[in-house]
């Protein structure tokens, strides 16, 4: 994401079947006759990415204006391709190949610059989800003789023009060629030098601040041994869970991670990125951590308890030095009374910025002590009653069983079943859970694949004669259950089958003795209270830069509207007060999940 003169805000987005007729709009103005795909076959192609988790159509946009795009879709074999356009390689062993074929890109001339960024993500896209495959395409002459003056680029983004045929079909005049570019074998270094950092007015540290996947790979040895002496750090601060979630939802996203070095030694790292978001009609450029609040919980700076404060300082003095970059920050679900809260209210209050907190999630836990028994007793009376009536009642319907999925060569399996019981659930309608996206369900199941392979990952599937009725996953780590999803088939809400689930796993880790905690995570908490009082308050942190239109917005969301909704209330009228619980993207609170 950049700002660019005479532009607004250049960022890259996936693309799905809304942005179908803008595409075909796009495409009319730069593309032949004979060269336009239309409107049908853009939006068919479209509806079929949406459900790929490797979707590969991007855009380039300048706010919300789409100025440039590439279509692209993964071919497990070449001859579909070959037999479309009536081609026949000289080479025989190209033709049975896996591919990634780039049917159409295209960039309106005055964001010509902006079409190597564009490339760019492609190609990481590409190397990510397609690792090894090569990249196909037909293009005119006029087009292949531009590739051959950009081998540069081409390398750059990790690939080689490997080979150019003829077609011996012709387009507005010009020979068809089919291109094909191989991946280079190694990852491209667009990092640059390593140790490239400045010293900020009163830090004791020099400041590193990696922007590329590349330098931030570098960092990936000392990433988790920081992690391990960060307090109150989660799973989803590691190395493999932050990568991980960059791949899948860090397109329009621009990695902004600041490094704290003592010489040699990586003191500290702050795990953030900028994305762009409205605020009040107009894009702006907002810092946050790597991660979203729908899959990245309580998220931390990487800041050892020892130098903690030091570091926290020099990050604070680091962002405002470099506040040009930067329009307003958000930090959801932090520790409302910790250091991070105190240290941006007091700093950048000082420095002439504008701070807002806004009520976070609170985060049931339980402490996995004693028996089940022992635990069972604590609940109260009608808990453990209704409990036993519910259990009864629908194992009166038929056999049930409790079904474990844990090996790493099954994982996928039983992430494509937990996806079908969403569909029959409350989640499908309400457009949340695993399936709501094609990267969504692909994030999840990278990461039962990536726990499982480390015997970390449990997927339990309550079943009601052989059919799964409910189904639940999480994680472990240090000793720590995280319960990511629950889920039930709304066919038998009335025997809460949620509620059976979740005490079989209990049950399980209390008698396993694996680990000491069990944690619910935040939101949704209706079903989740029940069955502890122990929880984890968490605030959103807001810090707004210079300008008019922030300085409106922020005496909006934290002064007006707060004396307003606490007026409404007064008066009983709840109904208008909750509608005015809704936020923009720029100032989302944490606790809308």
């Known amino acids: 994401m950049s700002r660019a003169r005479g532009h607004g805000y250049i960022h890259v987005q996936k693309l799905g079947v809304a942005d179908a007729q ?64 009536d081609f026949h390689s000289s080479d025989p062993g190209a033709r049975d190949r896996e591919c990634v074929y780039m049917w159409d890109i295209a960039v309106l001339p005055p964001y010509r610059r902006h079409g190597p960024m564009l490339f760019e993500r492609f190609c990481a896209e590409l190397r990510h989800r397609h690792p090894g495959l090569p990249m196909d395409g037909f293009s005119r002459r006029s087009i292949v003789e531009l590739w051959f003056r950009r081998v540069g680029l081409l390398e750059a983004s990790g690939y080689r023009l490997a080979r150019v045929e003829p077609s011996g079909r012709h387009a507005g005049g010009e020979e068809l060629f089919w291109v094909s570019a191989e991946p280079l074998g190694r990852q491209p270094d667009t990092a640059g030098p390593p140790g490239r950092a400045r010293r900020v007015a009163g830090s004791p540290f020099a400041i590193e601040l990696v922007t590329s996947e590349e330098a ?155 028996s089940w028994p022992d635990y069972l007793a604590t609940r109260s009376r009608g808990f453990r009653k209704q409990l036993r009536r519910k259990s009864r009642q629908l194992a009166a319907l038929g056999r049930v069983e409790l079904v474990r999925h844990d090996a790493p060569e099954k994982a996928a399996a039983a992430m494509q079943a ?5 569909g029959r659930s409350w989640k499908a309608a309400a457009d949340t859970g695993v399936g709501r996206d094609a990267d969504s369900f692909g994030y999840y199941q990278e990461l039962a694949r990536e726990f499982a392979a480390r015997g970390a990952f449990a997927l339990h599937l309550l079943t009601l004669g052989g059919e799964p009725i409910a189904g639940t996953f999480g994680i472990a780590y240090r000793r720590r259950f995280y319960s990511l999803q629950i889920v039930h088939d709304r066919a038998f809400d009335r025997f809460s089958p949620g509620m059976l689930l979740t005490a079989f796993e209990l049950e399980a880790l209390h008698r396993s003795g694996t680990c000491e905690e069990y944690d619910f995570l935040g939101g949704f908490l209706n079903n989740k209270t029940s069955w502890t009082a122990a929880a984890r308050p968490t605030i959103g942190l807001h810090v707004f830069g210079r300008g008019a239109r922030l300085a409106i917005a922020h005496g909006w969301y934290f002064r007006l509207k707060p004396a307003l909704k606490a007026l409404l209330r007064a008066l009983g009228l709840d109904r208008l007060e909750r509608r005015l619980r809704t936020r923009p993207r720029g100032v989302s609170a944490t606790e809308d999940r």
């Open 418 to 422: 937990y996806r079908a019981l969403e």
């Open 22 to 85: 803008t595409i075909a709009r796009l495409e009319a103005r730069l593309h032949i006759d004979e060269l336009r795909a239309g409107f049908e076959n853009i939006e068919n192609d479209l509806a079929q990415g949406e459900d790929d988790p490797e979707n590969l159509n991007i855009g380039l946009f300048d706010r919300d204006e789409l100025v440039g795009f590439i279509l692209a879709y993964h071919q497990p074999d070449r001859r579909a391709i070959f037999s479309y356009f």
């Open 216 to 370: 931030w790979t570098r960092l990936e040895p000392v990433w988790d041994r920081l992690l391990e002496h960060t307090p109150g750090h989660t799973v989803f601060q590691t190395f493999a869970l932050q990568r991980l979630w960059w791949r899948r939802f860090g397109l329009s996203s621009e990695l902004f991670i600041v490094v704290l070095r003592d010489g040699d030694e990586v003191a500290g790292i702050a795990p953030l990125r900028l994305s762009p978001v409205t605020v009040l009609g107009r894009w702006h450029r907002r810092l946050e951590f790597i991660g979203s609040h729908e899959e990245v919980d309580r998220p931390t700076f990487l800041f050892p308890a020892e130098r903690r404060a030091a570091c926290l300082a020099a990050l604070v003095a680091f962002l405002k030095a470099e506040r040009g970059r930067w329009d307003l920050i958000q930090l959801h679900e932090q520790p409302p009374e910790g250091d991070v809260r105190t240290g941006f209210q007091a700093a950048f209050g000082r420095g002439g910025f504008r701070v807002g907190v806004s009520a976070g999630p609170s985060c049931p836990f339980l402490r996995l002590t004693g």
